[in-house]
């Protein structure tokens, strides 16, 4: 189902019970770490119903079920609730057995999970750049950091010789991965791609991804948005 209901936020009542052969997505449409969540639902063609929620106005019965408030955010037919990105894509991949996205060989599975691990010391940088910028500071220090941290993701592929980071098909490292480069050109992020041809050749591969293609925005949808948040009120019902 694809996400398209309008988000739900404090005082809105609480969707009815997850239907038996579903489960059920806490989501915001333009958030890169459900985005994660949802790539895997599709790649794996699982059942699911999609809950969007105001993530500024969120509503107490969200908070009940995650104390945290944040999405992604599953939930069972049976109440049971997972939450953090990695986790809920690990328990999906777990849970729903058909078309495993994570490698059975334990060795291939840390490696995939050591280089989740190194990808998160990159995500901050897709937030510090656009937010410093803003406010008219240089970001050419950051921006150099940032493509010193991209070219060892280059170096990964041209050493591996493969089209993605888990092989040549995608696995569940790609989809994890995926949200923020999706993102770059928004950001006026993509020429710090400019000297890592591997990297920008998995971005093409990427994008020709079925999956991919049924879960992005368009850039200029995703300016829209991004603007609406950077200036503290977030749209995040634009273009429903």
């Not at 993605?164 to 950001?187: K, L, Q």
């Amino acid at each position: 189902m694809a996400a398209s209901q309008k988000c739900l936020g404090k005082g809105s009542p609480a969707p009815g019970l997850v239907p038996k052969d579903h489960i059920r997505l806490y989501s915001m449409r333009f958030c890169p770490f459900a985005q994660r969540t949802r790539l895997v639902l599709n790649a794996k063609g699982i059942k699911h119903d999609i809950v969007n929620i105001n993530l500024k106005n969120k509503p107490d019965w969200f908070l009940e079920k995650n104390p945290l408030g944040l999405v992604p955010t599953l939930e069972t037919p049976s109440g049971q609730v997972i939450y953090e990105s990695p986790i809920t894509c690990e328990y999906l991949d777990e849970a729903y057995p058909e078309k495993k996205l994570l490698p059975s060989d334990p060795f291939e599975r840390a490696q995939q999970k050591m280089l989740l691990e190194h990808f998160s010391k990159v995500i901050p940088y897709f937030y510090k750049i656009p937010v410093s910028k803003a406010k008219g500071e240089d970001v050419s220090a950051l921006e150099a950091e940032l493509k010193e941290k991209l070219a060892q993701f280059n170096e990964i592929l041209v050493n591996k010789k493969t089209k993605f980071f888990g092989g040549d098909s995608i696995t569940m490292i790609d989809y994890m991965m995926w949200p923020w480069f999706e993102r770059m050109e928004m950001i006026d992020l993509k020429h710090c791609l400019d000297d890592t041809p591997r990297l920008n050749k998995w971005t093409e591969h990427m994008l020709e991804d079925p999956t991919v293609q049924a879960t992005m925005f368009s850039t200029d949808t995703y300016k829209v948005f991004y603007k609406s948040y950077m200036e503290g009120n977030p749209d995040y019902d634009y273009g429903l």
